[in-house]
């Protein structure tokens, strides 16, 4: 439940970064005092948040070669973040465990995103694992 906690928490700041250029490490600090996140979490948290961006160019080439019909930027900015978390999670992160990064994913669409969320998200991601 707590590394749940670590990856909204990326999440979140990915979803500021995107909408209002928000600065990562300002946006991690902030929603982390606002965040239950354990410390022992604040580290793996922020190494999502990084290394997402830090690879984002990638992880939305790689996203978009597998959603036909949806450019990244016409993707809801939800979906779009959510995946790109668990992508940076499944190819990049050693000792990452690929299909939690998934079902984490979906989780958090059921809970952020809309009703087609979850599926597409799963749909996507289950693609880009097969790679």
């Known amino acids: 439940m707590s590394r749940r906690k670590a990856r909204e928490l990326a999440f979140k700041v990915l979803f500021q970064v ?3 250029d928000a600065d990562p490490k300002q946006a991690f600090d902030y929603l982390l005092h606002e965040s239950e996140l354990m ?3 604040h580290s793996f948290s922020w190494e999502l948040t990084e290394g997402t961006l830090e690879h984002q160019a990638d992880i939305d080439r790689r996203i978009s070669s597998y959603a036909r019909d949806w450019a990244i930027n016409r993707m809801p900015s939800v979906d779009r973040n959510i995946m790109r978390v668990a992508a940076f999670e499944i190819l990049y ?3 990452s465990q690929p299909v939690v990064a998934i079902d984490e994913a979906v989780e958090m669409a059921k809970k952020y ?3 087609n ?3 597409f998200i799963n749909a996507i991601l ?3 694992l097969g790679e």
Do not use: F, I, T
């Open 18 to 20: 995107d909408q209002v």
């Open 39 to 41: 410390e022992k979490d």
């Open 93 to 95: 992160m050693e000792n």
């Open 113 to 115: 995103g809309d009703e």
């Open 117 to 119: 969320s979850p599926a």
């Open 126 to 128: 289950d693609r880009l």
